[in-house]
């Protein structure tokens, strides 16, 4: 038993094992059952994961972009086809920007994710932030094209502002922004039927002001966002 063991934390396949050990396969699956180590995954376990929360309202703030759909109301015509389907509806972009520290999230709802229009969402970002008493003084991103181009490195020296990106294929450690879509998807752009995609997006302010203001956050002792502005206020 002990040396099917060690071959499997050697990372060698059942059937090698049994071929190497003399013992049935069937023996070999057992023994790696009762040891827990039949599973591939178990040879290799995910990381822990690492939560982490900076000190002040500002040290960090979470960028990320959603893809998301247009769409308008379909009908069934009497005769079996559909009225008022598109073929092509197109494509929109949620950018949501998230402060580590408060939680507290401004979003906009733009019609692509290029650099121009994501660097104009940072200015408004910056600016939504600072009406709340909050300076923003670095952003974490993935990366994406438009995070990577030259145009948004250039925004950010200019606005001073310190620009990390996540490693690849790591989304976790931007989970502020990761977990907020998710929110914001589950809460507001599915919670109901629309008529259309411009009645989903004329709706997205109201619950973000709704997230920021009154909904209880479990990582914030169930207060709103905003009782870690700098402000502390609803205004």
Same mark, same amino acid.
């Not at 094992?17 to 396969?25: E, M, Q, Y």
């Not at 972009?65 to 769409?71: A, D, L």
């Not at 709340?132 to 003084?137: D, N």
């Given at each position: 038993?002990?040396?099917?063991?060690?071959?499997?934390?050697?990372?060698?396949?059942?059937?090698?094992?049994?071929?190497?050990?003399?013992?049935?396969?069937?023996?070999?699956?057992?023994?790696?059952? /009762?040891?827990? @180590?039949? *599973?591939?995954?178990? +040879?290799?376990?995910?990381?822990?994961?690492? =939560?982490?929360?900076?000190?002040? %309202?500002?040290?960090?703030?979470?960028?990320?972009?959603?893809?998301?759909?247009?769409?308008?109301?379909?009908?069934?015509?009497?005769?079996?086809?559909?009225?008022?389907?598109?073929?092509?509806?197109?494509?929109?972009?949620?950018?949501?920007?998230?402060?580590?520290?408060?939680?507290?999230?401004?979003?906009?709802?733009?019609?692509d994710q290029k650099a121009d229009t994501?660097?104009?969402?940072?200015?408004?970002?910056?600016?939504?932030?600072?009406?709340?008493?909050?300076?923003?003084?670095?952003?974490?991103?993935?990366?994406?094209?438009?995070? /990577?181009?030259? @145009?948004? *490195?250039?925004?950010? +020296?200019?606005?001073?502002?310190?620009?990390? =990106?996540?490693?690849?294929?790591? %989304?976790?450690?931007?989970?502020?922004?990761?977990?907020?879509?998710?929110?914001?998807?589950?809460?507001?752009?599915?919670?109901?039927?629309?008529?259309?995609?411009?009645?989903?997006?004329?709706?997205?302010?109201?619950?973000?002001?709704?997230?920021?203001?009154?909904?209880?956050?479990?990582?914030?002792?169930?207060?709103?966002?905003?009782?870690?502005?700098?402000?502390?206020?609803?205004?």
């Open positions: 038993m002990e040396r099917v063991v060690e071959l499997r934390r050697g990372h060698m396949p059942g059937y090698e094992i049994a071929r190497r050990t003399g013992a049935s396969p069937a023996s070999v699956s057992r023994i790696l059952r /009762r040891a827990r @180590l039949s *599973r591939w995954r178990d +040879l290799f376990p995910p990381p822990p994961v690492v =939560r982490y929360e900076h000190p002040r %309202p500002g040290d960090l703030l979470h960028l990320d972009i959603k893809g998301m759909t247009r769409f308008s109301e379909v009908s069934l015509r009497g005769d079996g086809r559909l009225r008022g389907k598109q073929k092509h509806p197109g494509f929109q972009a949620l950018h949501v920007a998230v402060d580590d520290h408060s939680r507290m999230a401004f979003t906009q709802m733009l019609p994501t660097i104009g969402f940072l200015h408004s970002a910056v600016d939504f932030f600072a009406s709340h008493g909050i300076a923003i003084r670095a952003l974490l991103t993935d990366n994406g094209s438009s995070y /990577r181009s030259t @145009l948004f *490195r250039q925004a950010c +020296l200019n606005g001073k502002l310190k620009h990390h =990106r996540t490693r690849p294929y790591t %989304p976790r450690t931007n989970g502020k922004a990761e977990r907020f879509i998710q929110t914001a998807l589950h809460e507001w752009a599915r919670a109901k039927h629309w008529a259309s995609s411009e009645e989903r997006d004329n709706s997205l302010k109201p619950w973000t002001d709704y997230y920021n203001l009154q909904r209880p956050h479990g990582s914030l002792n169930y207060k709103p966002p905003i009782s870690r502005s700098e402000k502390g206020t609803t205004s």
